[in-house]
Nanobody, 123 residues
Framework: QVQLEESGGGLAHPGGSLRLSCTAS????????MGWYRQAPGKQRELVAD???????NYGDSVKGRFTISRDNAKNTVYLQMNSLKPEDTAVYYC?????????????????WGQGTLVTVSS
């Protein structure tokens, strides 16, 4: 059974930084697509960033240039470094493990979710 354990959420001031971590167990981590999503109150869950097994990254428009996703396959862990935080970054952040189905139009399958970690950006 695959499990994802997130850590690193909390309170930050505007302009500050936080780093989220997500450690996976029960899967072949190195071949998986790993991602971070977030959901703010009253809003839909949205992509923050994801990273393929080969290290290709993809970011949501609102976080480009501020957030960095990375992975350490030896530790089965994916990270999200969040800099220049804004109040609108306040949300529950979820780690996701999935895979990309190849084809003429590759499809991302989001298979397993973590329990979420709350990030609050406030002065």
């Amino acid at each position: 059974q695959v499990q994802l354990e997130e850590s690193g959420g909390g309170l930050a001031h505007p302009g500050g930084s936080l780093r989220l971590s997500c450690t996976a167990s029960g899967s072949i981590f190195s071949i998986k697509l790993m991602g971070w999503y977030r959901q703010a109150p009253g809003k839909q869950r949205e992509l923050v960033a994801d990273i393929t097994s080969g290290g290709r990254t993809n970011y949501g428009d609102s976080v480009k240039g501020r957030f960095t996703i990375s992975r350490d396959n030896a530790k089965n862990t994916v990270y999200l470094q969040m800099n220049s935080l804004k109040p609108e970054d306040t949300a529950v952040y979820y780690c996701n493990q999935g895979r990309v189905v190849p084809g003429p139009t590759p499809v991302k399958l989001l298979e397993v979710w973590g329990q979420g970690t709350l990030v609050t950006v406030s002065s």
